[in-house]
Structures are given as structure tokens and as C-alpha cells.
């Protein structure tokens, strides 16, 4: 995982976002922290334990489509791309690399392959 992590402000300031609940914006924010360089998320349950935010906030970014739930242990970042440009240079292969072929990304938005 990086040590450094972007936010695209037109996005988190945007009426959707700021129309949920502050626990869920919250853990939008801590999610991209602790994303690789792809935007997987496999400490899912760490992070909650962490943050002290209840499971029913992440259901919530599930249901609004900031966070897919790949497999029980498993999550990404929908926009991830529309807020972190990472070099070929500096990125770090994800260990998930291999769900890639699974994914779309259209508009800089990951999307499961129909």
C-alpha cells in the first residue's frame, strides 16, 4: 500500500456524496487509505475495528456504488481511477491483479464484465 492517496474534490464535495451519512463519507475516506494500487481492499474487517464505524455504512457505499463487495474478504473502489493516477513507474501490482480481467473500466469507473 502507498503512503500517499489523492481525492478528486468535484467528486467528494458532489451532492451524492455529501447526501449520505457522515459515518459512510468517513469511511469512503479510510477505504482509499487503505487501498492498494489498483484500489482492492482485503482488511475490510481491520478497517472497521479501526474507524469504529459500524458494518451498516459500508453496506450503505455498497448500495450507492462508491465500493463493490467482490467476495467476502474482498472490496474496490469504484472511482478509484477518477482519484488516483499512479505511474507505471510507482505502481505496486496488486496482488488481486488477476480480478482485473473480470473489470471494465469505463469513464475512469471500474465496472464487472457482463
Request: aromatic letters at 10%; hydrophobic letters at 40%; charged letters at 25%.
Amino acid at each position: 500500500m502507498a503512503n500517499r492517496r489523492m481525492f478528486r474534490t468535484d467528486f467528494i464535495v458532489s451532492d451524492k456524496f455529501l447526501e449520505m451519512e457522515s459515518n459512510s463519507q468517513l469511511l469512503y475516506f479510510h477505504l482509499i487509505g487503505n487501498a492498494d494500487d489498483e484500489g482492492f481492499i482485503d482488511n475490510m474487517n481491520s478497517v472497521l475495528r479501526l474507524t469504529g464505524i459500524d458494518r451498516v455504512y459500508l453496506t450503505q457505499l455498497i448500495d450507492k456504488s462508491y465500493i463493490l463487495k467482490l467476495e467476502d474478504t474482498l472490496y474496490l473502489v469504484v472511482h478509484w481511477h477518477q482519484h488516483n493516477k499512479i505511474g507505471q513507474g510507482r505502481k505496486v501490482i496488486s496482488k488481486y491483479a488477476d480480478r482485473l480481467n473480470s473489470l471494465d473500466v469505463v469513464d475512469e469507473v471500474y465496472k464487472i464484465k457482463q
